[in-house]
């Protein structure tokens, strides 16, 4: 841990006249209760999009929802993005499933490694939904850190320094361990190992290994709220630097973000639906489940160019 902040903790519930907030911790998430997403009225979705804002990731319990309940919720808060790993389930295209059957002895898990989502495209999905159906007994858990959070505790005068720098996001390093480590199936990752045989890439993945640049630290196009975007997955370099100038720069920070202070951690149950917002936070996942299935949809909404 580089520090063990003291002030900057505002995930305290607002005031709602629809809805309920319950913080998870002092970083950030909360459980919104008494809602139904199904039938959730435009009074609720209006306390529950500015809830997530604020909380950077919300979830709700006991929600039995279809594929269709899925999107029609997930559509609220804008158009469907680009899913960079996925293809969606029959008939709802837009609904991905992430399904990692007990049998399936890779290594590396779907969403491993700290990472915001899809930053290598050049206009990066703003907000996840995810809905669990089957869950392990135990392990499958998922982590966030607060990057906004993050931000606001630098010094200003590291503020200072990190101004105007772009980062270069790219596949390459989630490429390069699914083929080394995950067993080649129908899965995401199991597809990607696959390529090790390929003669050569497909244009569309070397399009996200190229990937794109966006700020270091991003303006929140609805709120205005800083937060650092950057992580450890995707994040493989600073224009302008040469890799060793970037280097010590690119692991503090990532180091910063992701220190226990500044998380939360779910334990997932099913007919849960976790939402969260790309722009503000990061997360992964944990390959502690071997042996034991389990089943989530996943939906992402479009977002905007960074800035």
Same mark, same amino acid.
């Given at each position: 841990?580089?520090?063990?902040?003291?002030?900057?903790?505002?995930?305290?519930?607002?005031?709602?006249?629809?809805?309920?907030?319950?913080?998870?911790?002092?970083?950030?998430?909360?459980?919104?209760?008494?809602?139904?997403?199904?039938?959730?009225?435009?009074?609720?979705?209006?306390?529950?999009?500015?809830?997530?804002?604020?909380?950077?990731?919300?979830?709700?319990?006991?929600?039995?929802?279809?594929?269709?309940?899925?999107?029609?919720?997930?559509?609220?808060?804008?158009?469907?993005?680009?899913?960079?790993?996925?293809?969606?389930?029959?008939?709802?295209?837009?609904?991905?499933?992430?399904?990692?059957?007990?049998?399936?002895?890779?290594?590396?898990?779907?969403?491993?490694?700290?990472?915001?989502?899809?930053?290598?495209?050049?206009?990066?999905?703003?907000?996840?939904?995810?809905?669990?159906?089957?869950?392990?007994?135990?392990?499958?858990?998922?982590?966030?850190?607060?990057?906004?959070?993050?931000?606001?505790?630098?010094?200003?005068?590291?503020?200072?320094?990190?101004?105007?720098?772009?980062?270069?996001?790219?596949?390459?390093?989630?490429?390069?361990?699914?083929?080394?480590?995950?067993?080649? *199936?129908?899965? /995401? $990752?199991?597809?990607?190992? @696959?390529?090790?045989?390929?003669? +050569? #890439?497909?244009? %569309?993945?070397?399009?996200?290994?190229?990937? *794109?640049?966006? /700020? $270091?630290?991003?303006?929140? @196009?609805?709120?205005?709220?800083? +937060? #650092?975007?950057? %992580?450890?997955?995707?994040?493989?370099?600073?224009?302008?630097?040469?890799?060793?100038?970037?280097?010590?720069?690119?692991?503090?920070?990532?180091?910063?973000?992701?220190?226990?202070?500044?998380?939360?951690?779910?334990?997932?149950?099913?007919?849960?639906?976790?939402?969260?917002?790309?722009?503000?936070?990061?997360?992964?996942?944990?390959?502690?489940?071997?042996?034991?299935?389990?089943?989530?949809?996943?939906?992402?909404?479009?977002?905007?160019?960074?800035?």
């Amino acid at each position: 841990m580089k520090l063990h902040p003291t002030d900057g903790f505002d995930n305290a519930a607002r005031h709602y006249r629809h809805i309920e907030a319950r913080p998870l911790a002092a970083a950030m998430g909360a459980e919104i209760c008494g809602v139904s997403v199904a039938d959730v009225t435009d009074e609720q979705f209006a306390e529950i999009r500015a809830a997530l804002f604020h909380h950077k990731m919300i979830y709700f319990r006991g929600q039995q929802m279809t594929h269709a309940d899925h999107e029609a919720f997930s559509l609220r808060f804008g158009a469907f993005a680009e899913d960079a790993y996925t293809k969606g389930v029959p008939s709802h295209v837009n609904v991905h499933p992430l399904i990692r059957e007990a049998d399936d002895a890779s290594v590396m898990v779907f969403g491993s490694g700290w990472h915001t989502d899809s930053p290598f495209l050049a206009e990066p999905p703003s907000i996840t939904s995810l809905r669990s159906v089957q869950i392990p007994p135990f392990g499958g858990d998922t982590i966030w850190a607060n990057s906004a959070l993050a931000y606001r505790t630098l010094s200003p005068a590291y503020r200072q320094l990190i101004a105007g720098l772009q980062v270069r996001f790219s596949m390459r390093d989630v490429l390069q361990s699914a083929q080394a480590s995950a067993v080649e *199936n129908d899965t /995401p $990752l199991g597809k990607l190992s @696959a390529l090790k045989h390929a003669a +050569s #890439l497909p244009e %569309d993945v070397l399009r996200k290994v190229r990937g *794109n640049t966006h /700020p $270091l630290v991003r303006t929140h @196009a609805i709120t205005g709220e800083k +937060s #650092l975007y950057l %992580d450890s997955s995707y994040g493989v370099g600073i224009d302008g630097m040469t890799p060793a100038e970037a280097a010590p720069l690119l692991q503090y920070l990532c180091e910063h973000i992701t220190q226990p202070a500044f998380t939360c951690r779910l334990r997932w149950e099913p007919d849960m639906l976790a939402l969260w917002d790309n722009r503000l936070c990061i997360h992964q996942a944990f390959n502690d489940y071997q042996g034991y299935r389990r089943e989530m949809y996943r939906t992402t909404i479009a977002g905007e160019v960074p800035v």
